[in-house]
């Protein structure tokens, strides 16, 4: 097994020109020392021990376990050598100033007052001990060139300390952006979620995700467009959020020019404003439909390339909940043979009815109960394929003339209900009398077992109450009951004389 590779601090890999500059420097004060006072080679060699610490310190660092704490002993250590440094040079004044306030600068940047003090103590021990070995001289001053020479390598090293703090500090900026970024995706993704669980349709879903993520991101611009597989000119879902109609136009231009499913971002050409354009493909996360996720962004930005695919999967992963749980509702809630709501759905609406009349007694709501007449007797003569085509006829013409807040469900075989939340028993009055004006005249082909087509008439029993002249829990029961009365009377033989015609009471 390969050790794994360690990463260098930024510290470390930020002091190597700074260090390696003064190094260099304090060799050339020596040199140009050692020339001055005729000292030769026994003041250059040991300074030639300055040329090489540099690239040991590195080294220290870059394979330390931790380089940042390996390089906050270095810079503790640069004290040391330089405190010793100046001994040896006879603490030449402006060199020993100098050097000493870039040895506790460094400390303080990077470790605060702290360290500062730590390598301020460091700096006067070594120069203390270096006293004593090579006995204590004081240099306060060499040469004007000398002074020169000390005074400008002070200020480049001085400059290029400044250099290399604001690269550091502009680097920390952009990882603090970069950090919060990642804060708004993974917040944005974290109550996308919810925001999908609370959306009632696709339609909701999308349109909310949207502006849910626009909301996180501003600057940006989102739409999404959702087609169906065998027809790509066909768009079944879209939603957009942060576009101008300008920009949704040309999206759907570009849409339909996209065919291919990639897994990864394209980034479309700029838009004439400078945007950039990306979309995201989301077909392999969707089994009914195929998906675009489009981004606009302000400028171009590689680390939302990467966010874009985690936008996609969790928009993508929503849709396809919804749309199961909307198809298992669908099943749940709907008669297989009409389509209308089935018994189930219609007693929780009933239930609500009845709790909402208990909290406020002046609303009220009607039942009007439906049964289909002769539907045995086609059942027994031309088959149950026959008799399904006569209730599906039913449940056609009675959808056409429900509103919308009506509740109309098939109860059992060959028995509806419509519910009327928030009416009295004339509301059920008048769609039954419509009901009963109109529906003889309506016609149902059906198919004979003999393979035959024959019409017949639409006739039904019908019978209404209202929680206006019972109680509620009692609705329901008395309404069954007049259909029953109905369907008896209808049975009686005509004894008005001839020509006579008898209307049931609802």
Known sequence: MQPLLRRTHRLALATIAPRVFAFCHT????????????????????????????????????N????????????????????????????????????????????????????????????IVAALIGSALTGFTFR????????????????????????????????????????????RVFHALLDLGAVANRAINIHSLLNDSLNHLHTHF?????????????????????????LSPKDEQRLKRLLASVHEQR?????????????????MPMGARLSMYQGWLFVKAPNRDDGLEQILSLFADQLAAATENKLL???????????GLTGLYNRGFLESALQMSIQSKAQTPNLDFAVLMLDVDRLKEVNDHHGHVAGDQLIASVARY??????????????GGDEFVILFPSADLAAAKRMASLIREHLPDQRCTIDTANGEREELALHVSLGCASSSEAPAQQVFALADERMYEDKSLRRKPNTGGPGATRRPSI
């Open 263 to 279: 897994e990864h971002p394209v980034k479309l050409p700029q838009t004439e404003e400078g945007e950039n354009l990306y979309i």
């Open 325 to 335: 749980h909307l198809e298992l509702k669908k099943t749940a809630e709907r008669d």
């Open 398 to 411: 009675l959808q056409r003339h429900c509103r919308d807040s009506d509740v109309l469900a098939r109860y």
């Open 27 to 62: 060799f050339g004060l020596t040199v140009w020392i050692a020339v001055v006072e005729d000292s030769g080679w026994t003041l250059i060699l040991p300074g030639m021990l300055l040329l090489l610490w540099p690239g040991v310190a590195y080294a220290l660092a870059a």
């Open 218 to 242: 501003p600057g940006y611009g989102f739409a999404v467009f959702l087609q169906e597989p065998q027809r790509s000119e066909i768009t079944r879902y879209a939603a957009v959020a942060g």
């Open 140 to 183: 306060p001053y060499v040469s004007n060139n000398l002074d020169i020479y000390q005074w400008a390598g002070a200020v480049v090293y001085f400059l290029t300390i400044g250099r290399v703090t604001y690269s550091q500090n502009r680097q920390i900026g952009r990882s603090i952006g970069e950090i919060k970024f990642q804060n």
């Open 64 to 123: 330390a376990q931790n380089s940042k704490r390996a390089e906050f002993r270095n810079l503790l250590f640069d004290s040391l050598l330089f405190g010793f440094w100046c001994s040896v040079l006879d603490f030449y004044a402006l060199a020993t100033i100098t050097i000493g306030l870039a040895c506790l600068m460094n400390n303080l940047v990077v470790g605060g007052l702290r360290k500062m003090m730590v390598s301020a103590l460091l700096f």
